[in-house]
Structure formats: C-alpha cells, structure tokens
C-alpha cells in the first residue's frame, strides 16, 4: 500500500524478508503480504541459512513441522518464561504510546521504533526490540505478542490480531489500553478496600496472641496458686493454649506452612476450586461483590471486543478466560454452546442464573437493534459503578463483623480472668 492508500503487487529482490521489508518502506510502501517469488527459493534459503538461527534457535526451515516451539516452552513454564515482564500499567502505557503514534500516521514499524525510543526501565527496550525484530521479518504484530507470551495474554493478542482484521488499528489499541487501565483500576479498587480491614484483622489476631501467651500467666498465677480456688473452664482453655503455643510455636509455623501449600495443592484440582467458587459466589458478603466485579469485566471486554471487530464466539471464548471464576466460566462456556447453536446471546445468559436482569435486557436489545457494541460499552459504566458501590458496602460492612469477632473473643478472655478472681473470693469469704 503507498501513502495514497492504493495497492500495487510487484516483485523485488533481496537477500532476506527484513531486507525486502526495508527496501519497500524506503520506497514509501506498506508490505501487506510477502512471499518468495521462486518455488526453489525456500530449499536454497535452507541450504544457504546458518545453523543456528537469531537468538540461538533452530532456524524456521530446520524445526519439525506443527510444532510451535514458543507455545511448548510457555506450557512448560506458564509465566516463569525467563524474559522480561511488564506491569500492567506499563503495558496499557504502551499500548497507548503504540495507538498514537500510528493514529499519528506512522507506519506500523516505524511507530514501534518511536515507542522503543522512548523505552524505559530494563524490561521494556527488550519486549519492544523483540517484537520489532519479528514485524520487521514480516511478522504480523499479533503473531509476535504471541511469540513473546507473558505479559502478552489472549485478550490482549485477540483484540490486536481484530485491530490488524479490520483495519481500525490506532481506534481498538486506545480500546485496549482504556480496558488494561480500567482493569488496574478495579484491582487498585479492591486493594484499597480490603487493605483497612485486613490491617485491623492482624492487628486482632496479634494482640489476642500477645495477652494470652504472655500476659495471662503473669495475671493468673499468684490466684490459681491460692487453695481452694477452682479453675473454670474459659481459664483453663486459655492457659492450655497458652502452654501450648509457648512449648509449640514451632508446630503452629511448620502447620501453617503445611496449611498453606496444602491448600494450593487442594484448589489446582478444578473440581476442589469450583466448589470453592461457588460457595464464595453464594457467600453473602463477598458473593456479590465478587458477582458485580465479574459483570463489569464481562460486559466491559466483551463490549470492547465484538467492537474491534471479533466474532462472538471469539470474543466470548477470551471473555471466559478474564473472569477468575470457575463457576461464571463454565457459564459461559454454555453461552457459547448455545450461541453456537443459533440462539441469540441474551437468552443463555438469563438461564445461566449468575448475570443481573439488567444485562441480559442490554444484551437482547442491542442484539434486537444491531447495536450491541455501543450498548455494552455504556452498561459497562453503570456496571462500573455498581462495583464502586458494592465495595463501599464491603468496607463498611467488614470492619463491624471484625469488631463483633473481637468484641467475642475479648469477653471470653475477660470472663476467663475475672471468674478465677470470683472464685478466690467466695472461697476467702467463706
């Protein structure tokens, strides 16, 4: 494509894919596609390559056929890649800086050259020269997010293979990077509100600790050494427990650890990990916050997507992936069995029974209207506040059933100290 925006086929010759790229970008073209002119070409570049290709791989020709080397090495390692990670925010950051510069009209390769000069930190010039040295080799910009892995994830992959597809590039990386940036938002949401009351849990928990281990003896042992005065049982649980952790402390460490890893064992088995997903869902505090969380990113990303031109079914099987639940993803994994089918999105979404009338109403109307992109995107807001909402109620709720908890354990603590002194005291006055 030249800077008029016609096609135009041709042949040109050159030693390489990056050099053939090179060459054309210096003539003011696009390449859309490339591809060796000669049948023999590909057997000659074998015999010609090195053995050994960039970065120490085995050249493209040599590797055996189907078997994608990059997606192998990241599901024996998930995350742990070795290469370099980026924060969320660093990434949407960059996804804006890449969308500018290409709304700007910069070249694709030319716009990510401007963002790696701007690179900071030790992580982001290695991510951005490694996908530059794959679009310069003829790569689409997908294929070597892809590639990458980590902190590439399939939404992020997705919408920009849809932004590739349908030609709005600079329009759905600005979407990408308000949904990246939304999403650290919510999670900072979530840090904050539960920040305060898991401060003042600890802060129970220690003292409790303290007063029992270390100030109970001391209290109780000129009464319970008087005749006569008998131990009552609040009394001797503490003191129990107080021998314990006194002589174990060691045991309660090694048994939370145990309890720890445990438990991570327990919830990698997916039946384990719905089980607890469901229950956290019916909870009565925690469910609907977890709920109204899960609505917004749903109809946030689906929203966004089906907007950057992906196909439903696309869209709906990367949504599933961003939810966190095991509950609401086998939801939708029968949303998209159904929709699969014909029906229309609306209808499986009331009779999974976890998505709020609210949103099955936009869905069927903009599916009715043909306007289901514009509408998701606007419920995500109402969503959004409704999650702002739910969290205040969280907050709110949370530092009372501390307080009542505490308030339970002190008196138990009091009646334990005070009914040994009544005690001594019926047997003086006797």
Known sequence: ???????????????????????????????????????????????????????????????????DLGALTRAFTGNTTGRPQLKRTELANIIRELATAIEAGLPLLNALKTVRRQAVGKAQPVILDFIIERVESGRPLHEAMDEYGPPFDEMIVGMVRASDASGRMSEVMHQLADLLERSVELR????????????????????????????????????????????????????????????????????????????????????????????LLKSPIIGPLLRDVAVARFTRTLGTLVSAGLPILSAL???????????????????????????????????????????????????????????????????????????????KLLPPVLLVFMALIASFVLAAILLPLLEMQKSLGG
């Not at 600890?202 to 005065?229: H, N």
């Not at 503490?238 to 314990?244: I, K, R, S, V, Y």
């Not at 992936?321 to 949303?335: F, P, R, W």
């Open 317 to 395: 099987k990367i949504v599933r992936d961003t939810l966190g639940n095991v509950v609401l993803m086998e939801a939708i994994d029968g949303v998209q069995e159904k929709v699969t089918t014909g029906q229309s999105l609306a209808e499986p979404l009331e009779k999974c029974g976890f998505f709020p009338p609210l949103l099955v109403q936009i869905v069927n109307i903009g599916e009715k209207s043909g306007r289901l992109e514009p509408m998701l995107i606007h419920a995500a807001g109402a969503f959004d506040r409704q999650v702002n909402t739910s969290l205040k109620l969280f907050t």
């Open 188 to 279: 900072r949401e979530m840090v904050g509100a539960t920040i305060y009351p898991l401060i003042v849990a600890c802060m129970i928990g220690v003292s409790i600790i303290i007063a029992v281990t270390f100030l109970l003896p001391r209290l109780m042992a000129p009464i319970l050494g008087q005749p006569g005065v008998t131990i009552p049982f609040p009394t001797m649980v503490l003191l129990g427990f107080a021998d314990f952790m006194r002589d174990w402390w060691w045991l309660v460490l090694v048994a939370i650890v145990g309890a720890v890893i445990g438990f991570r064992r327990w919830i990698a088995v997916y039946e384990n990990r719905r089980k607890l997903d469901l229950i």
């Open 1 to 67: 494509m030249d800077r008029g925006g016609a096609l135009a086929t041709g042949t040109i010759a050159a030693p390489d894919r990056a050099s053939a790229m090179r060459l054309l970008q210096g003539q003011g073209l696009l390449p859309m596609q490339l591809d060796m002119a000669e049948a023999e070409a590909p057997a000659k570049a074998a015999k010609a390559a090195p053995k050994t290709g960039a970065r120490g791989q085995q050249p493209a020709e040599a590797r055996p056929a189907g078997i």
